[in-house]
């Protein structure tokens, strides 16, 4: 138990390692041909990140709620008149506490299974060690961000991982969707880290100078001051210039986790291979702003207001995104607006003020998504399509990807006893044990409430349209078959975590990990059980509805002339939010460019080339003076001659008159 | 001992060398254009001359009337370098038009 402690101390192990990984790959990896171009450097690398990383966490089990900060102060200023009374510190650490012993554990274990599974997936990929490179810069960003022991840190490790996600979702760089969707997801998480640094900036002016130790100034915006929380929680306050700062973090929060409105990108994103949707637009970059709001929360703490926000945002994303999955013929998108509404429900939790529930939840998905999206994967790699209606029948030659699809799907469906059945329900069971004294929560919680058939209907019709059935519908793909090992290892590790990680809250010391200093789900009363019962009612009503519609390899045609057509038509348009987006861009956006284009064209560089031309005019007038001819000059000389005497015989006797006086 | 008066002997000087640099001003031709530098120079000559005669007694009238004789010295030496360009242009140009020896201007 000691040794595990001592390992706090070496926690930024855990980044240097995927940093060295980078540096290798990225360096040596055309080199590396025997090594499958460096992919089993990293994953043997991303291995010891893991092991560390595991064992870390569990050291924070064995002592729960241990805060251990490593810190080194990177620079101070000393106080100068009328700046920071205890002058200013920047400061770089690792801060190990029950919230980040959990990330660490979702990111290296999730981390170094999707890297073993790219060995198999990315097998005929070209630029092997650029993959291998940026997804251990990935890693290495994910796990300093976790660590990071302040504000500032984290930001920094915040944008490593928003240009890792751009430069891995443009992975296929040659073809433009995928560029365009690179620059999208960049472009769209970029407006909510702006709000999170705007964020940082006002928590600065609040805490510069008060909080313990002088304030943040000296302290270089820390989280934990030793072995405790920096600021005692309740001293968020009520005041405005919180509430505000809370708002942008949870603008930021929105925008990496692809919360309603800046959701926009998160489907797009899945342009990249599989295996990085499953890494970082599933399991973990997108968590990241589950992890901010939970950070705040227990570091610095949101107003109401800002809670009621972040409730809102949470419970309508989740409703939202979840109605988008159900028409969509794309298997990745489809999860992909499931990965948007479960992020949802964890924003949901944490605004409710149940941060660790929400993390929980985060905890169980990133195992059960991360499984749906190596499967998916698996079955993208069989087939070479993503289109469900051309899929059908793949149960029986890939019976073990069948198998992990269907786990993961229960689990997100929220069926016991798999993982994703304890986190949702702990979820709904906690905020609707604070419906009582915030009623204004009752429509985010009913939206989220019925997610949850929503959730059930779509996966297992992606289920049963991939699955079900005799054979493909497209005969082209009729020889598909089972990745090799290093695809199949990570499904049975990820599909064991999908049934059991739920079940993990009965290890005292996980239990402990989740309890500590946050608000705790009411268990086992009768109306949590009502609630349980009605959600899992539902969650089996979606699977029976899907089952109804798509199974044994059936297909629903909507009626041409349905009323539900429009509706269908408005959901496969994504609410034409892509389209009013793209509409701002290049109408509103495009003509402030235009306008500042002009000014700058013709007012800045206008005014410069005119003077460029009145001076080159000049000149050009003034060169023809020079003529040559003995003649010019002398009346040159004859003009400047007259000057001098008029200068001589006029002027100077007439300042004299005038000013010479004395 | 000469009575004319100064009103009058200025007004000659001022005039000699008025057509000096009208000539200058407006020949083209290189030997014209030396013929009124040598007036434009008569003038300036003939005020040293007759300053000094104006002003006799002082130290000063000798050396304007010595200053007089070197400097019809220069006038001839200087025709004869500028007739020497004269010649000099003529072999390369063909010509004398001080217009069209422009070949020194940067």
Request: charged share 10%.
């Amino acid at each position: 138990m000691t040794i595990l402690t001592g390992l706090f101390g070496v926690a930024f192990l855990v980044p240097l390692l995927s940093v060295a990984a980078f540096a290798i790959v990225g360096l040596a990896g055309g080199r590396l041909a025997r090594l499958e171009w460096g992919g089993w450097v990293a994953v043997a690398l991303a291995g010891a990140a893991m092991v560390l990383g595991v064992l870390i966490g569990v050291g924070e089990m064995l002592s729960p709620g241990k805060y251990t900060d490593v810190r080194y102060t990177w620079f101070h200023l000393a106080p100068a008149p009328g700046a920071f009374p205890n002058g200013f510190s920047l400061v770089v650490g690792t801060l190990v506490d029950p919230l980040s012993a959990l990330m660490l554990i979702v990111v290296t274990v999730v981390g170094f299974l999707v890297m073993l599974y790219s060995i198999g997936y990315m097998h005929q990929d070209r630029g092997l060690p650029r993959y291998y490179a940026e997804l251990s810069l990935f890693l290495a960003s994910m796990t300093g961000l976790v660590l990071a022991d302040n504000l500032l840190e984290f930001f920094l490790f915040w944008e490593l991982v928003g240009v890792c996600s751009y430069f891995l979702i443009g992975f296929y760089y040659e073809k433009p969707s995928a560029a365009s969707a690179a620059k999208e997801a960049f472009l769209v998480t970029r407006v909510g880290d702006v709000m999170f640094l705007l964020g940082v900036f006002l928590f600065f002016a609040h805490y510069a100078t008060t909080g313990p130790a002088g304030g943040w100034a000296a302290n270089g915006f820390v989280f934990a001051n030793g072995t405790a929380p920096y600021l005692p929680v309740a001293s968020a306050g009520h005041s405005t210039l919180l509430t505000v700062a809370g708002l942008m973090i949870l603008g930021g929060a929105a925008g990496k986790s692809a919360q309603f409105p800046l959701h926009v990108w998160l489907p797009d994103a899945m342009e990249g291979p599989t295996t990085v949707s499953a890494l970082i637009h599933a399991a973990t970059m997108v968590a990241a702003g589950v992890y901010l709001l939970a950070v705040t929360s227990v570091f610095l703490g949101f107003t109401p207001i800002d809670q009621l926000a972040i409730v809102a945002v949470g419970g309508f994303t989740a409703f939202f995104a979840a109605t988008m999955a159900v028409v969509h013929p794309d298997i990745k998108r489809v999860i992909a607006y499931s990965t948007i509404s479960q992020l949802g429900y964890m924003v949901l939790a944490v605004g409710a003020g149940f941060t660790m529930v929400g993390l929980y939840h985060l905890f169980t998905h990133a195992f059960f998504k991360a499984l749906l999206f190596l499967a998916a994967g698996s079955v993208i790699h069989a087939v070479g399509t993503q289109n469900l209606f051309k899929m059908g029948g793949l149960r029986k030659p890939m019976r073990l990807t069948a198998a992990a699809f269907a786990i993961g799907g229960l689990s997100l469906a929220g069926i016991p006893p798999f993982a994703g059945f304890w986190s949702k329900d702990d979820i709904l069971a906690s905020v609707y044990s604070t419906l009582g004294s915030h009623p204004e929560y009752w429509p985010f919680f009913l939206l989220a409430f019925a997610a949850v058939f929503l959730t059930a209907y779509y996966i297992f019709r992606a289920w049963f349209l991939a699955f079900s059935g005799e054979h493909p519908r497209d005969p082209a793909i009729a020889h598909a078959h089972e990745g090799p090992w290093v695809m199949q290892v990570p499904l049975v590790v990820l599909s064991a975590f999908a049934v059991a990680a739920g079940l993990f809250v009965y290890i005292p010391g996980f239990a402990g990990l989740l309890v500590h200093g946050t608000n705790i789900p009411p268990h086992l009363s009768v109306t949590d059980l009502a609630l349980s019962g009605a959600s899992v009612g539902l969650g089996a009503l979606g699977i029976l509805l899907a089952w109804q519609l798509w199974g044994n390899g059936r297909v629903y045609v909507l009626a041409a002339d349905s009323s539900l057509q429009s509706i269908r038509s408005v959901l496969l348009n994504r609410y034409y939010m892509k389209i009013a987006y793209d509409w701002v861009g290049s109408r509103a956006v495009y003509s402030v460019a235009r306008a500042a284009d002009f000014v700058d064209r013709y007012v800045i560089d206008g005014t410069i080339r005119g003077f460029e031309r009145a001076f080159a005019g000049a000149s050009d007038r003034l060169r023809r003076v020079q003529s040559g001819v003995v003649s010019d000059y002398a009346a040159y000389f004859v003009g400047g001659m007259i000057v001098v005497f008029a200068l001589l015989l006029i002027v100077a006797p007439y300042l004299l008159a005038r000013f010479g006086g004395g | 001992m000469i009575a004319l008066p100064p009103i009058g002997f200025v007004g000659l000087s001022g005039a000699l060398l008025a057509v000096g640099i009208f000539g200058i001003l407006t020949r083209r031709n290189f030997v014209l254009l030396l013929i009124s530098i040598e007036v434009a120079m008569n003038a300036a000559i003939l005020d040293f001359v007759y300053f000094a005669a104006y002003a006799p007694g002082t130290a000063n009238g000798l050396s304007g009337q010595s200053i007089a004789v070197v400097l019809v010295g220069f006038a001839a030496t200087e025709v004869a370098v500028g007739l020497a360009i004269v010649l000099a242009l003529y072999r390369v140009k063909g010509t004398i038009n001080v217009a069209e020896a422009t070949d020194l201007k940067l």
